[in-house]
């Protein structure tokens, strides 16, 4: 048995330790924060508890995956119920498109806006599910070591239908015509943080998640699934250390590895670090043992960062549902100010995330639970003054699409934005959603998994492969606990 030490307690620090600790060996976690979770973590306050982070339960595919890998279903620990409609997309006041939960009416939501548009959904849907079936069996479960991983019959000769070298805009426009159509194809990107016209076509296949597997939602919370992690992982025997932040990550004579923390100094057999990749190398690691300096860390296209308001409300809002898209102002103007000339937006999207409608137990009766998020790109100053300048500007039209006052109903407010990334989850330039999915930035290209020059240290989360996004983090971390398994089976 050997002993090892997991840093940071997100989802991929949680997924390693449940794979490692289930092979038999003696796992420690060390988190920062006083609760696991990372950036799904939680808070409660007066009645409401809000979701820090993720919101959209997507591919529910992944997560029964993973619970099928230590005997479970989501069903052992939370009741997923999928959503309908799925979400909405708000172009104006009286313009908006409801995404219902069945594939036959979306058909018609799409007819209704463009003739023949129905046949061309299909035809890109039946793609996607092309794209979807290869990443999800032979692209995103490898840890990018080398492009022959990749060298497998189905990948080459499906490699002209997984479009990679056609970007995601070009692709959509192709089947598409109306604007509203063309946005609403190209926002599932946004989660893989860069603009349309700079992701692979091949992460159309999110189209396919978000259409076709639908949207989910688990009763509780998005809190719920590191809670279910967690339990797998004490049934295991992991410690769980809280409130221990690991302060450097020592090499010993024949790379020996032992971690330091407050409380002290820890000898381990391995280690698997989660917490944002380049903190990791540039401030645990002296630099001999670095992958990379700072130099090629200033040069990646990083995701966004955001900006976000939890709200409490003392009342209920009759038009929003559950996730609510505001693309009343330019995609195009935003997606540049976030990634090509960065700034804080003159006129932003956003998004309202309002689980209350779905789950009575995450608001007090009668009231509503308001998540606002705002993406921006990272890097930029954040005071208060600026917040609140954005909160302006988004309660406002938030009011006027719902037509009643919520200013004046608030009862409870928070903000979280740049700089609480950086000092909660040391994220460098305060990235939400770690690194993006680029071409230039996929599989090989990626911040690789294993330290190469220590045999026993590798990587996991949304920084290193496969990606940003929860199913990616809890594949990341299964892929970590793979390597340093090898590693430990070789060594033995
Ligand atoms: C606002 C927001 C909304 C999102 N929405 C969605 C969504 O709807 N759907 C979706 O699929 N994904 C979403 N994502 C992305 C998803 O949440 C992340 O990709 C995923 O949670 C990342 O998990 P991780 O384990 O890589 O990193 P983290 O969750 O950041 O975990 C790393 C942990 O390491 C800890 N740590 C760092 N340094 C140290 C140290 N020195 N010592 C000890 N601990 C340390 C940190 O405190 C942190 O808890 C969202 C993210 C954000 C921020």
């Known amino acids: ?37 990372g950036r799904a973590r939680f808070f409660s306050e007066l009645g409401f508890m809000f979701d820090m982070g993720p919101s959209w339960y997507w591919m529910p595919d992944i997560f029964e995956d993973f619970f099928a890998q230590f005997g479970k279903k989501s069903c052992d620990y939370y009741k997923l119920v999928q959503l309908d409609p799925g979400f909405q997309v708000i172009y104006g006041k009286d313009d ?13 939501v799409f007819e209704n806006i463009e003739k023949g548009s129905a046949a061309q959904l299909e035809k890109f849907l039946a793609e996607g599910a092309f794209k979807y079936k290869v990443g999800m ?24 239908k997984l479009h990679m ?21 190209e926002f599932p990107v946004l989660f893989l943080g860069a603009m349309a016209q700079q992701i692979p076509a091949l992460y159309s296949l999110m189209n396919y998640a978000a259409l076709s597997l639908g949207t989910w939602y688990p009763i509780g919370g998005m809190a719920e699934i590191p809670k279910a992690m967690e339990d797998i992982a004490a049934s295991y025997g992991v410690r769980f250390m809280t409130g221990c932040e690991i302060s450097k990550i020592n090499i010993g004579t024949k790379k020996a590895i032992s971690i330091s923390s407050k409380i002290g100094e820890f000898r381990t057999d391995g280690v698997i670090a989660t917490g944002d990749y380049h903190h ?7 630099e001999q043992y670095r992958n990379y300096d700072e130099a090629y860390w200033d040069k990646r296209t990083l995701a966004p960062s955001c900006l976000i308001f939890y709200i409490g409300v003392n009342k209920k809002i009759k038009k929003l549902i559950h ?18 000339e960065p700034k804080w937006p003159d006129d932003p999207l956003f998004y309202a995330c309002c689980p209350s409608k779905t789950d009575m137990s995450v608001a007090p009766e ?10 921006v790109a990272t890097g930029l100053e954040d005071n208060e003054a600026m917040r609140e300048k954005y909160f302006g500007i988004i309660i406002r039209r938030l009011e006027g699409f719902c037509g009643e006052d919520i200013l004046n109903h608030i009862i409870f407010k928070r903000s979280y934005c740049i700089k609480d990334f950086a000092k909660d989850y040391h994220a460098y330039k305060g990235n939400a959603y770690g690194l993006a999915n680029t071409l230039r930035q996929t599989a090989v290209l990626k911040p690789t998994l294993r330290n190469k020059k220590i045999k026993n240290l590798f990587y996991a989360g949304q920084l290193t492969v496969p990606g940003p996004g929860v199913p990616p983090a809890l594949i990341s971390g299964q892929l970590a606990a793979g390597q ?5 089976n070789t060594k033995q």
């Open 323 to 340: 996730h609510n898209l505001f693309f009343d102002a330019s995609f195009e103007n935003h997606a540049r100010e976030i990634y090509k």
């Open 280 to 286: 990791t190398e540039q401030h645990l690691l002296e």
């Open 137 to 160: 069996q032979h692209l995103v479960y490898k840890p990018s070591f080398s492009w022959l991983e990749f060298a497998e019959k189905e990948v080459i000769t499906g490699a002209v």
């Open 1 to 37: 048995m050997s002993k090892i030490a997991i840093i940071g307690g997100g989802f991929s620090g949680l997924s390693a330790a449940c794979f490692i600790a289930k092979q038999g060996h003696e796992v420690t976690l060390c988190e920062k924060n006083e609760s696991l979770g």
């Open 366 to 375: 009668g009231m509503e639970n308001l998540f606002l998020l705002v993406p």
């Open 165 to 185: 070298f056609q970007s995601v805009s070009d692709y959509v426009r192709k089947f598409f015509k109306d604007e509203r159509l063309v946005m609403l194809m």
């Open 484 to 488: 340093l398994l090898n590693y430990l």
């Open 96 to 108: 908006v498109l409801q995404i219902p939960a069945r594939i036959d009416d979306i058909y018609e």
